[in-house]
């Protein structure tokens, strides 16, 4: 029998948790991995529709792709909006799991999808996440304190190289500096210059990591301004079929901004609102980015790449108007709701294929607009 276990494992591979980014939370929200699965329920989100949705079918795990509890909540309560969500599920012996920003760079991902249903093949990512990518980080300090905060660092995760951990290279130099007036400085005094010797601590660490040990360096650095430096090291890729956020690809045949924004509309998932487009709508496009999900942050990079168009969603009046008075890229804005969902198409196969299990996708619309108007006549 197939169990939770058994499937987080598999989506864990297929969607590896290395590639979420930083302020993500993927994988299993509740449930017992212990416990058997027959039935595999998918959605894009876990609403109280689609909970109720996958314990009336007999699911006993619901992958989605929007995580329930990615920021901090004080409680699960049954009588708030996500503790109701998570009883639901419990009660009804259903797990949940979420391949997030990490399905999103994955190949096959949701950004896969989407570049396939708009026209495209999916080539190059819009901006690169690599598994395996690496920084390399200088770090000065005291002699007295640099094991306390080489502990602290290698703890975290850093200086690790092949079959070796905790490695590092320290290099003794002098450091100074003068403390300004509002400075706390734990060596030396303010408006004093001060000169100490002092160690450079040099250590690789995977750049997933990267946010997580700057913070750990504040906390174990005695200083309140440590001085550090990181460098990304270079990777031998194939950008054409690395992994990362958004797609780039071109179009059989060239198109009107116009023609192509109605292929969009014609492919996707309908919502009320439908797609709407920015630039000159008898502009001929060929070359098209896709950013499934919230994509204004890869207006410029699309732009940089060459494309003549980005299909993503949620974008905003002024971030658009600067963007095209820049002379960006043409961009269409589709439902969220509408540029994901494809995905759960694609998860139930592979579960189906790899895991033997039934699978169901929730035929929900959970995209949350429900009119469109616009005037008469």
Same mark, same amino acid.
């Given at each position: 029998?197939?169990?939770?276990?058994?499937?987080?494992?598999?989506?864990?591979?297929?969607?590896?948790?290395?590639?979420?980014?930083?302020?993500?939370?993927?994988?299993?929200?509740?449930?017992?991995?212990?416990?058997?699965?027959?039935?595999?329920?998918?959605?894009?989100?876990?609403?109280?529709?689609?909970?109720?949705?996958?314990?009336?079918?007999?699911?006993?795990?619901?992958?989605? /792709?929007?995580?329930?509890?990615?920021?901090?909540?004080?409680?699960?309560?049954?009588?708030?909006?996500?503790?109701?969500?998570?009883?639901?599920?419990?009660?009804?012996?259903?797990?949940?799991?979420?391949?997030?920003?990490?399905?999103?760079?994955?190949?096959?991902?949701?950004?896969?999808?989407?570049?396939?249903?708009?026209?495209?093949?999916?080539?190059?990512?819009?901006?690169?996440?690599?598994?395996?990518?690496?920084?390399?980080?200088?770090?000065?300090?005291?002699?007295?304190?640099?094991?306390?905060?080489?502990?602290?660092?290698?703890?975290?995760?850093?200086?690790?190289?092949?079959?070796?951990?905790?490695?590092?290279?320290?290099?003794?130099?002098?450091?100074?500096?003068?403390?300004?007036?509002?400075?706390?400085?734990?060596?030396?005094?303010?408006?004093?210059?001060?000169?100490?010797?002092?160690?450079?601590?040099?250590?690789?660490?995977?750049?997933?990591?990267? /946010?997580?040990?700057?913070?750990?360096?504040?906390?174990?650095?005695?200083?309140?301004?440590?001085?550090?430096?990181?460098?990304?090291?270079?990777?031998?890729?194939?950008?054409?079929?690395?992994?990362?956020?958004?797609?780039?690809?071109?179009?059989?045949?060239?198109?009107?901004?116009?023609?192509?924004?109605?292929?969009?509309?014609?492919?996707?998932?309908?919502?009320?609102?439908?797609?709407?487009?920015?630039?000159?709508?008898?502009?001929?496009?060929?070359?098209?980015?896709?950013?499934?999900?919230?994509?204004?942050?890869?207006?410029?990079?699309?732009?940089?790449?060459?494309?003549?168009?980005?299909?993503?969603?949620?974008?905003?009046?002024?971030?658009?108007?600067?963007?095209?008075?820049?002379?960006?890229?043409?961009? @269409?804005?589709?439902? /969220?709701?509408?540029?994901?969902?494809?995905?759960?198409?694609?998860?139930?196969?592979?579960?189906?294929?790899?895991?033997?299990?039934?699978?169901?996708? @929730?035929?929900?619309?959970?995209?949350?607009?429900?009119?469109?108007? /616009?005037?008469?006549?």
């Amino acid at each position: 029998m197939t169990t939770v276990a058994d499937l987080t494992k598999l989506l864990d591979a297929t969607y590896p948790p290395a590639l979420a980014e930083s302020w993500d939370s993927v994988g299993l929200i509740c449930g017992d991995p212990a416990d058997d699965v027959e039935l595999v329920a998918f959605a894009l989100e876990a609403t109280n529709a689609v909970a109720d949705a996958a314990v009336e079918a007999g699911a006993q795990l619901l992958v989605v /792709h929007h995580p329930l509890l990615m920021r901090g909540v004080d409680s699960v309560a049954a009588d708030t909006a996500k503790g109701s969500v998570i009883h639901t599920l419990i009660k009804g012996g259903c797990a949940l799991f979420a391949a997030h920003t990490n399905a999103d760079s994955a190949r096959p991902g949701v950004n896969d999808k989407l570049a396939e249903l708009v026209g495209i093949t999916p080539g190059r990512p819009i901006k690169p996440v690599l598994l395996g990518a690496t920084d390399k980080w200088g770090v000065h300090v005291l002699a007295k304190d640099a094991e306390t905060v080489k502990n602290a660092l290698f703890t975290a995760g850093a200086g690790h190289i092949g079959d070796y951990a905790e490695c590092s290279f320290d290099i003794e130099g002098t450091g100074q500096f003068t403390p300004l007036p509002g400075a706390d400085p734990t060596e030396g005094a303010v408006g004093e210059n001060y000169r100490s010797p002092e160690l450079r601590v040099e250590f690789v660490a995977p750049r997933r990591l990267r /946010h997580t040990l700057i913070d750990v360096l504040r906390g174990a650095h005695p200083y309140e301004e440590p001085a550090f430096d990181v460098v990304e090291l270079a990777q031998d890729v194939d950008l054409a079929t690395a992994t990362g956020l958004g797609r780039v690809g071109v179009l059989p045949e060239p198109m009107t901004l116009r023609e192509f924004t109605q292929q969009v509309a014609d492919a996707l998932p309908e919502t009320v609102w439908g797609v709407r487009a920015a630039g000159d709508p008898e502009q001929l496009v060929s070359t098209v980015a896709v950013a499934s999900g919230a994509g204004d942050s890869m207006m410029g990079p699309a732009t940089s790449l060459g494309a003549d168009v980005l299909v993503t969603s949620d974008l905003r009046h002024h971030p658009v108007d600067e963007h095209l008075r820049a002379g960006g890229c043409a961009v @269409i804005d589709a439902a /969220h709701w509408a540029s994901e969902y494809p995905w759960t198409m694609q998860v139930s196969e592979i579960v189906e294929d790899e895991a033997g299990v039934d699978t169901l996708v @929730i035929p929900l619309r959970t995209d949350p607009w429900t009119v469109s108007a /616009h005037p008469n006549g």
